[in-house]
């Protein structure tokens, strides 16, 4: 009885582990995906994907990087602020997206001051 009951518990511990790397899987396809449509230049299906992505795996750092760069393409720049930092607090160390944020900020930044914003 006792060796059941440490199975039980066992399986229970793995339960969300198991749903957590299948929601990480479905995520990175949403996100692979979301790049090629980006890449032949349809960014209102990426935005999609990557919306997606992060909905399937809210801690997943790239989705949100990628859906950061979809708004920025779009001109959300309040929705792409809020996603690069969503992005570096997930994954703070992630050089890719600290570069990514730091050229968002700098351009728009440029732009407001620009336009008396």
């Known amino acids: 009885m006792r060796r059941l009951i440490s199975c039980s518990v066992v399986v229970l511990l793995l339960a969300p582990a198991a749903a957590f790397a299948q929601d990480r899987g479905k995520s990175k396809e949403q996100v692979e995906f979301g790049i090629k449509v980006a890449q032949n230049n349809l960014w ?20 949100w990087n990628n859906l950061a760069i979809a708004y ?13 930092e969503r992005a570096l ?11 990514n944020y730091d050229l ?14």
């Open 72 to 84: 920025e393409h779009e001109g959300k720049f309040e929705q792409a602020k809020k996603a690069y």
């Open 89 to 99: 607090e997930l994954d703070p160390k992630n050089l890719m997206i600290r570069q």
């Open 44 to 63: 209102n299906e990426a935005l999609y994907r990557w919306e997606k992505a992060t909905q399937l795996d809210p801690t997943y750092a790239a989705a």
């Open 104 to 117: 968002f900020k700098e351009i728009n930044d440029r732009t407001k001051r620009r336009s008396g914003k």
